[in-house]
């Protein structure tokens, strides 16, 4: 059974600092595409980050230079470290992954999606 379990969610103040962190199991996915996705309430679901097998990095330009994404392989876990938080970062927070080195951006693309954690941001 294929499973993705995001963690680290929580409230923070408006430039402060949380490390999210997706644990997978049940597949090997040392050569998928890992990515962040969040939403907000009454928004659709966007592309926040994503890392492949050889841990190249795209970003959406909102996060760029803000977040950073990692994976570690041995361990099949990913992480999102968000710095300089702002409100509009609030949102529920998915670790996803798809079947291909190629980062791709939409939704559709990836198979396997976690629960999702909740970051609160406050101003």
């Known amino acids: 059974q294929v499973q993705l379990v995001e963690a680290g969610g929580g409230l923070v103040q408006a430039g402060g600092s949380l490390r999210l962190s997706c644990a997978a199991s049940?597949?090997?996915?040392?050569?998928?595409?890992m990515a962040w996705f969040r939403q907000a309430p009454g928004k659709e679901r966007e592309f926040v980050a994503a890392i492949n097998w050889s841990s190249s990095t795209y970003y959406a330009d909102s996060v760029k230079g803000r977040f950073t994404i990692s994976r570690d392989n041995a361990k099949n876990t990913v992480a999102l470290q968000m710095n300089s938080l702002k409100p509009e970062d609030t949102a529920k927070y998915y670790c996803?992954?798809?079947?291909?080195?190629?980062?791709?951006?939409?939704?559709?693309?990836?198979?396997?999606w976690g629960q999702g954690t909740q970051v609160t941001v406050s101003a």
């Open positions: 996803a992954s798809r079947r291909s080195e190629v980062i791709i951006t939409a939704t559709t693309h990836y198979e396997y």
């Open positions: 049940g597949r090997t996915f040392s050569s998928d595409t």
